[in-house]
């Protein structure tokens, strides 16, 4: 009889494929992989956060405050509704809002209009769209320093391009940014040629957004150019037109650039002075900055207004 052998059996290979159950990690280091995953993400969003407390929230808490203090000989002491009080009593607010509004009324009927019919008519082009959609945009993406300087160089009354225009079409020659009566239009010629670019491509992308079986069907009625655009374009754009009405409103009641460097901000008898440049008097002119401050916190209760508009619709748009 042979003695009995211990017979050692060896575990098997696993089969290929076959993966051992990984070992769960603990709490520990799943809040440590979490937070390796994100950190990127939360740096970029707390330097923003900062730059944005910084330079945006900081100053209109700081307005706020500001509004209502006065300071003298280097002393602050609370001041109560005196500065807005002087404020509105002071002749040139009154004439700043008029000017402001009627800026705002005619940069919307030439900077809310003039873009949509330019729009309208790239759309009708199926060649070179690229080209000329970059002609258009060009203004916005020159310095708007540059801009209103050249403006200023047209609008001279002895070597002006505008009034060697007239001369050309035997028309009288015009003081435009010396005469009251043409002083504010001239600014708003000027505004709505640099800053024209951005909405005509935004009308142009709603345009082409349009199904072309709509404008058939408006042919095949007997439809012509104006009344597709009336039935047709306007009712199919009606919300970009809204907001973009909304924001030109917004940016059109804080100009400054415009009328400061063309007409030096007050233009002739005060006929170009707008709020934001009488803030910009209050503060570095009178070294009122309560005052300034005062008159900054009317402006942003005006806007806030008219951001909640447009806040409201964009929300409709998404809805």
């Known amino acids: 009889m042979s003695a009995p052998t211990l017979s050692t059996s ?68 609370w001041a109560g509704w005196s500065n807005l009080s002087y404020v509105f009593n002071d002749p040139a607010f009154w004439q700043a809002w008029r000017n402001t509004l009627l800026f705002t009324v005619l940069a919307l009927v030439l900077g809310f209009a003039v ?15 690229g080209y000329l959609r970059l002609l258009v945009y060009l203004p916005v993406m020159l310095p708007p320093v540059a801009s209103v300087l050249l403006f200023k160089y047209f609008y001279d009354p002895g070597y002006g391009l505008f009034n060697r225009i007239l001369e050309f079409l035997h028309l009288p020659a015009q003081q435009w940014l010396q005469d009251p009566d043409t002083s504010m239009l001239s600014v708003v010629i ?27 069907a408006a042919e095949l009625d007997g439809a012509g150019l104006l009344r597709k655009i009336w039935h047709v374009t306007i009712p199919q754009t009606r919300l970009i037109l809204s907001l973009l ?49 005062a008159l900054g916190l009317v402006l942003l209760v005006v806007l806030a207004g008219f951001s909640a508009v447009y806040v409201r619709l964009s929300r409709n748009s998404e809805d």
């Open 10 to 77: 060896k575990a098997s290979p696993p089969p290929p494929g076959h993966h051992r159950p990984a070992r769960p990690d603990s709490p520990r280091e799943e809040f440590v992989r979490a937070l390796r995953r994100n950190m990127s993400a939360h740096g970029f969003l707390i330097g923003a956060v900062l730059c944005f407390s910084f330079f945006s929230w900081y100053p209109m808490v700081r307005e706020f405050f500001l509004a209502f203090q006065k300071t003298e000989d280097g002393h602050t002491t």
């Open 115 to 129: 873009p949509f019919v330019i729009a309208v008519v790239l759309n009708e082009f199926r060649h070179a769209q």
């Open 190 to 216: 000027a505004a709505t040629w640099m800053n024209m670019g951005g909405a005509t491509l935004i009308y142009l992308a709603a345009l082409q957004g349009i199904p072309g079986e709509l404008y058939e």
């Open 245 to 293: 009405l909304l924001m030109q409103i917004i940016a059109t009641m804080q100009v400054f650039t415009e009328p400061f460097l063309l007409t030096n901000g007050a233009g002739p008898e005060g006929s170009t002075t707008t709020v934001v440049y009488l803030i910009y008097q209050y503060a570095f002119n009178f070294n009122n900055y309560g005052s300034a401050a």
